[in-house]
T-cell receptor, first 113, second 112 residues
Framework: QQQVKQSPQSLIVQKGGISIINCAYE??????FPWYQQFPGKGPALLIA?????SEKKEGRFTISFNKSAKQFSLHIMDSQPGDSATYFC????????????FGPGTRLSVLP | KAGVTQTPRYLIKTRGQQVTLSCSPI?????VSWYQQTPGQGLQFLFE???????NKGNFPGRFSGRQFSNSRSEMNVSTLELGDSALYLC???????????FGQGTRLTVV
């Protein structure tokens, strides 16, 4: 029940295209869902996050869509750029239980120029 | 403002040895959490410390331990190293609530 599933494992998109990464969770106690971006040799960095009382959140080219009933959420990267090439992790957290994130397995995104 | 600092960046140890990794959180942050990252298992939560107390613990054997000092700096110790302990160990600091966790660059541990 603590698992967060993520797909696809890898994704290749042309420059200017839309990248979509999907995640699903089982534990309904999770109430904070961040996305992290990780470049080689670096630690993960927060990209965007959402709470389950919101169905969509947009920050620049990045949008999270959240479906509480389906227990699914997704990251959309509009106008994908080569600089977006990185590994993306979705995560889930129970907000009042400390910072012990449960991460998805990651998606390696390659944006072709 | 300085970020999360982890030392050393790289480490090679022999099976059976023990190792200590260090993490200096962002100034003012009282929460430090540790994660193990491997290609096969991804990012897995080890433990979290808040104000010198372990607040949460992941599903790792007792060979993995940690502590936090009064200045919020944290150390992680792995005893009796196994080949499977080879991984990138990441430290994250936060204010203690549920908001953003800031990750360091990690310590790459190789056990031979």
């Amino acid at each position: 029940q603590q698992q967060v599933k993520q797909s696809p494992q890898s994704l290749i998109v042309q420059k200017g295209g839309i990248s979509i990464i999907n995640c699903a969770y089982e534990n309904t106690a999770f109430d904070y869902f961040p996305w992290y971006q990780q470049f080689p040799g670096k630690g993960p960095a927060l990209l965007i996050a959402i709470r389950p009382d919101v169905s969509e959140k947009k920050e620049g080219r990045f949008t999270i869509s959240f479906n509480k009933s389906a227990k699914q959420f997704s990251l959309h990267i509009m106008d994908s750029q080569p600089g977006d090439s990185a590994t993306y992790f979705c995560a889930a957290l129970r907000r009042n239980y400390g910072q012990n994130f449960v991460f998805g397995p990651g998606t390696r995104l390659s944006v072709l120029p | 403002k300085a970020g999360v600092t982890q030392t050393p960046r790289y480490l090679i140890k022999t099976r059976g040895q023990q190792v200590t990794l260090s993490c200096s959180p962002i100034s003012g942050h009282r929460s430090v959490s540790w994660y193990q990252q491997t290609p096969g298992q991804g990012l897995q939560f080890l433990f979290e410390y808040f104000s010198e107390t372990q607040r949460n613990k992941g599903n790792f054997p007792g060979r993995f331990s940690g502590r936090q000092f009064s200045n919020s700096r944290s150390e992680m110790n792995v005893s009796t190293l196994e080949l499977g302990d080879s991984a990138l160990y990441l430290c994250a600091s936060g204010t203690g609530g549920w908001t953003e966790a800031f990750f360091g660059q990690g310590t790459r541990l190789t056990v031979v």
